[in-house]
């Protein structure tokens, strides 16, 4: 699986957290395993270029999270 740098790493705290709730959120919705460790991947890079163990991310009325 090819992981992007990060531009910007402002804090790790949470890093390893996101990228479990990306895979198995992404497991849980019947994805292969390419897609769950991308999906862990694009999340731990959000909360990389947060400050603390934040993201400033909305879920829709759908529970589709966005930027």
Partial sequence: VRVPPVDEVRDTTGAGDAF???????????????????????????????PGATLTITADENGAVRD
């Fill in 20 to 50: 479990a709730a990306g895979f198995l959120s992404a497991v849980l919705g019947n994805a292969d395993a390419v897609e769950a460790v991308e999906a862990g991947h694009d999340l731990a890079r959000k909360v990389l270029g947060e």
